[in-house]
C-alpha cells in the first residue's frame, strides 16, 4: 500500500510561517490536495493540485511538492489556523490521506 | 449542502447502511463524483469509494468485497452499505465531492458533516 507521512504535530508563534510535510515515494509525480480540520468540523480543502487555493480560501495558504515531499506552507500563521491538516494523493488505485499533523499556535 | 445519516450503532457482522442527500436548487449533481470517506482514530481518513451518476462505482480494494454504493438520482442521494462490520468500521463516514477521478489532482471541495458509527456487542 502507499504510504504518506507527515509528523504528527507542528508548532508555530502566531504571525510566524507554518511548514508541513507530507512525504511519500515519488510524491512529486503525483498531485496533491491538503485540508484543514478543527475539532468536530468536517474537513475542508485549503489546496489542491499541489499549489492551487480554493475559493475563499485565505492567500497566507501556499502548496509545493516536489520529489518525495510536499508542503504546506501558511504564512503569517493565526491562531484560527489551528487544526489538523491531512495530505492526500491517488496512488493509481485508491485515493489515500496522509497521517494527519496537529498545528498548535502558541 | 450534504446531509448524511445512519444507524448510529450496529453490532459486530451486522450490514451497514448510510445514506447521503445533496441539497442543491440545480441538477449539478449528476456532474460530479461523490465519495464515501470515513475516519476513525485508528486509521485515520480512509476512502470507501466513489460514484457517478448513471456509472459502476469505484472501490477502494481493500474495502470492496463488503462495500456497495448505490444512488437515486431522483432523490439525489448517494448511498453506502458495507457488509459483515466490525469495531474496525467505527469511525465518522463523510460524504463529499469531487470533480474528477483519480489523478486529477483537484481534490474532495465539498464535505458533509458525516454521521458516527460505532460497532459494538
Known amino acids: 500500500s502507499y504510504d504518506l507521512t507527515q509528523p504528527p504535530s507542528v508548532s508555530v508563534s502566531p504571525g510566524q510561517t507554518a511548514t508541513i510535510t507530507c512525504s511519500g515515494d515519488?510524491?512529486?509525480?503525483?498531485?496533491v490536495s491538503w485540508y484543514q480540520q478543527k475539532p468536530g468540523q468536517s474537513p475542508v480543502l485549503v489546496i489542491f493540485?499541489?499549489?492551487k487555493r480554493p475559493s475563499g480560501i485565505p492567500e497566507r495558504f501556499s502548496g509545493s511538492n516536489s520529489a518525495i515531499t510536499a508542503t504546506l506552507t501558511i504564512s503569517g500563521t493565526q491562531a484560527l489556523d489551528e487544526a489538523d491538516y491531512f495530505c492526500?494523493?491517488?496512488?493509481?488505485?485508491?485515493?489515500?490521506f496522509g497521517t494527519g499533523t496537529k498545528l498548535t499556535v502558541l | 449542502h450534504l446531509q448524511e445519516s445512519g444507524p448510529g450503532l450496529l453490532k459486530p457482522s451486522e450490514t451497514l447502511s448510510v445514506t447521503c442527500i445533496v441539497s442543491?436548487?440545480?441538477?449539478?449533481?449528476?456532474?460530479?463524483?461523490w465519495a464515501w470517506i470515513r475516519q476513525s482514530p485508528g486509521k485515520g481518513l480512509e476512502w470507501i469509494g466513489s460514484l457517478y451518476f448513471g456509472e459502476s462505482p469505484r472501490y477502494n480494494p481493500s474495502l470492496k468485497s463488503r462495500v456497495t454504493l448505490s444512488e437515486v438520482t431522483s432523490k439525489k442521494q448517494i448511498s453506502l452499505r458495507m457488509t459483515s462490520v466490525t469495531a474496525s468500521d467505527t469511525g465518522v463516514y463523510y460524504c463529499?465531492?469531487?470533480?474528477?477521478?483519480?489523478?486529477?489532482?483537484?481534490?474532495?471541495?465539498?464535505w458533509g458533516q458525516g454521521t458516527h458509527v460505532s460497532v459494538s456487542s
Open positions: 515519488t510524491l512529486g509525480s503525483k498531485y
Open positions: 463529499a465531492r469531487h470533480p474528477s477521478f483519480g489523478a486529477t489532482g483537484e481534490g474532495f471541495d465539498y
Open positions: 492526500q494523493a491517488w496512488d493509481g488505485r485508491t485515493y489515500v
Open positions: 442543491d436548487d440545480s441538477s449539478s449533481h449528476i456532474n460530479y463524483y
Open positions: 493540485l499541489d499549489t
